[in-house]
């Protein structure tokens, strides 16, 4: 624990080197953190928070910088995330009044979103398909032996597979089988799709069959991850090895999946340089948060960053954006 004069001066060196990316002295310490003492006293302080860890001296004559302990003190005080300027809370409020159309879609535009308010690479991991309940399902003819069956989930997912037929498939069948799919399957987990009933109607039930079959989960099928904002790595780090190497995971979708499952228990969290357990990341912060669909955890969003971030504002973006998402989904 720190007292109460050697928080406020951390707290004044990690906002100022957010803000600067330029060591920190003593000066502007006593002149922004208020704390009516000396330059010398704030000098003594800081060697003390440096020996504990929390600050680093860079080079001799220059001021201090936060260590990954500092950034975590300083976010630890962080008791809720902040509020958004106006005009980025409405440039949310207009994204989610005009968010229309398929699931993939809306994700991929959310992750643009969520990195042009926060200049951070952002990703969204889309719901798992085996957790979604089925809404509805609907048999559409295309042609003569050509049917699209169309499933509607409760994650605002729509699944679509073409099913090919040997004979001729008019719309009354394809009706029957449409009503048989609804009576058997909504409500039930996409991921644990059993037998249906049968009709009487071997035709029919042949139909419900391919339909069920098409539409059940593989184990191979990769999370819907979308990736905004990559460029803006290249901006965010000095050193070109750093910025490759990140690029480099963030095409690594399993990894970025994996890194935010690992998170998702704890709520709104953040993980700073090696916390999150994956070293090629150790220059990188992530804040992460889940997103509800009807009142069921459906999927994730975060930032990653370097570990100068701007933490307030970034906690602000993930959480408003989270909290956005998931009701516009639940409203379908």
């Given amino acids: 624990m720190l007292d109460e004069r050697k928080a406020a001066i951390l707290r004044a060196v990690v906002s100022e080197y957010i803000d600067t990316a330029q060591p920190v002295g003593s000066g502007h310490v006593v002149h922004e953190a208020g704390l009516g003492v000396s330059p010398a006293t704030v000098r003594n302080e800081m060697a003390v928070l440096e020996r504990e860890g929390y600050l680093v001296q860079p080079h001799t004559s220059a001021g201090r910088i936060p260590t990954d302990k500092g950034y975590r003190f300083f976010v630890d005080q962080i008791t809720a995330p902040g509020t958004l300027d106006p005009g980025k809370r409405q440039q949310v409020r207009d994204f989610f009044r005009a968010a ?10 959310t992750s643009r979103l969520l990195s042009n308010l926060t200049n951070y690479a952002a ?13 509805s399902v609907q048999l559409v ?15 605002g997912v729509v699944e679509k597979r073409t099913l090919e ?4 498939t008019g719309d009354e069948r ?8 609804n009576r058997n399957l909504v409500g039930r987990p996409l991921g644990t799709l ?7 109607d071997a035709a029919t039930d042949e139909l419900v069959r391919a339909a069920m ?36 995971i963030l095409e690594e979708q399993y990894v970025v999946v994996s890194l935010l499952r690992d998170m998702l228990d704890r709520g709104l969290s953040v993980a700073i340089g090696v916390e999150h357990g994956y070293q090629p990341l150790s220059e990188c912060a ?31 973006a993930v959480a408003v954006v989270s909290q956005r998402l998931g009701k516009h989904l639940s409203e379908g």
């Fill in 213 to 248: 079959n098409a539409l059940r989960v593989h184990d191979d099928e990769p999370d819907h991850v979308f990736v905004g904002g990559s460029s803006r790595m290249a901006r965010a780090f000095d050193a070109v090895d750093t910025v490759r190497e990140v690029l480099g």
């Fill in 141 to 155: 003819g295309l042609g003569p032996r050509i049917a699209l069956v169309v499933a509607v989930l409760s994650n």
């Fill in 286 to 316: 992530l804040i992460v948060a889940p997103y509800e669909v009807e009142g069921e955890r459906a999927g994730s969003i975060g930032v990653l960053g370097p570990t100068r971030m701007n933490y307030p504002e970034a906690m602000a």
């Fill in 194 to 200: 059993g037998t249906v009933l049968e009709t009487g």
């Fill in 174 to 181: 394809l009706g029957a089988a449409t009503a048989a799919l």
């Fill in 123 to 135: 990703v969204v991991v889309g719901p798992p398909h085996e957790a979604a309940t089925i809404r």
């Fill in 100 to 109: 229309h159309g398929e699931l993939e879609r809306m994700l991929a535009d």
């Fill in 165 to 168: 037929f040997k004979e001729e």
